[in-house]
Each structure stands twice: as structure tokens, then as C-alpha cells.
């Protein structure tokens, strides 16, 4: 089994900054890519930013230029720095993490999700 916790949402006035970590523990053979991803309330659940093993990154563009998504290999954990927050940015914010375990089978484990509250 392959778990994911994140942590280090808040409430933040706008244009103030937070980073968000994502641990995933287990049975983890290899990792494939980690995300984050978000919903509002009233929303679907949209992907924000994602990094791959090769360390290929992709951002909705609604975050570009303000969020960054980093890993640290060695520990399987994900991090989203973001800055210039924006009350459009409030939602709970959730990781997700592909791979491998380890019987080579694949997982695809969600974490419980963190409040992040932009304030105007």
C-alpha cells in the first residue's frame, strides 16, 4: 500500500505565499510523477501542477509564473511553492502520486487533501 499525506495549507491574505509538501510512503518501488491538483467549492477537481521523474514539469495556466512544483527523489515528497496567491486560488488541495510498487504493480494513491484560504 502506498500512502500520501500532504500538509501546509492555511489561510493567507492575497498576494502572500504558502508551500505545500506531499509526502508518499510504503511500498513504493519507483514513482512515475507527483501532482497537485485542487477543487473550490462547486468545482471539479482540476489538476494545477505536475512533475515527473525526469523532472518535466507542468502548470495549468491560471498558476503559471506564480506556483512551482519541486521533489526531493530521495524522500518522495513534492513540494508547491506558490506565491502572488489570489482569492481564486481558495480550495482544497490535493496530491496524487503514480508508480510502482513493489511487486511492479501500479499504484495511484490520493492524499486527504489541505485547506489552502486566499483572503481578499
Known amino acids: 500500500q502506498v500512502q500520501v499525506v500532504e500538509s501546509g495549507g492555511g489561510l493567507v491574505q492575497a498576494g502572500g505565499s504558502l508551500r505545500l509538501s506531499c509526502a508518499a510512503s510504503g511500498t513504493i518501488f519507483s514513482i512515475n510523477a507527483m501532482a497537485w491538483y485542487r477543487q473550490a467549492p462547486g468545482k471539479q477537481r482540476e489538476l494545477v501542477a505536475v512533475i515527473t521523474s525526469s523532472d518535466s514539469t507542468t502548470y495549468t495556466s491560471s498558476v503559471k509564473g506564480r506556483f512551482a512544483i519541486s521533489r526531493d527523489s530521495a524522500k518522495n515528497t513534492v513540494y508547491l511553492q506558490m506565491n502572488s496567491l489570489e482569492p481564486e486560488d481558495t480550495a482544497v488541495y490535493y496530491c496524487?502520486?503514480?508508480?510502482?510498487?513493489?511487486?511492479?504493480?501500479?499504484?495511484?494513491?490520493w492524499g486527504q487533501g489541505t485547506q489552502v484560504t486566499v483572503s481578499s
Open positions: 496524487n502520486a503514480g508508480g510502482l510498487t513493489y511487486l511492479r504493480r501500479r499504484f495511484d494513491s
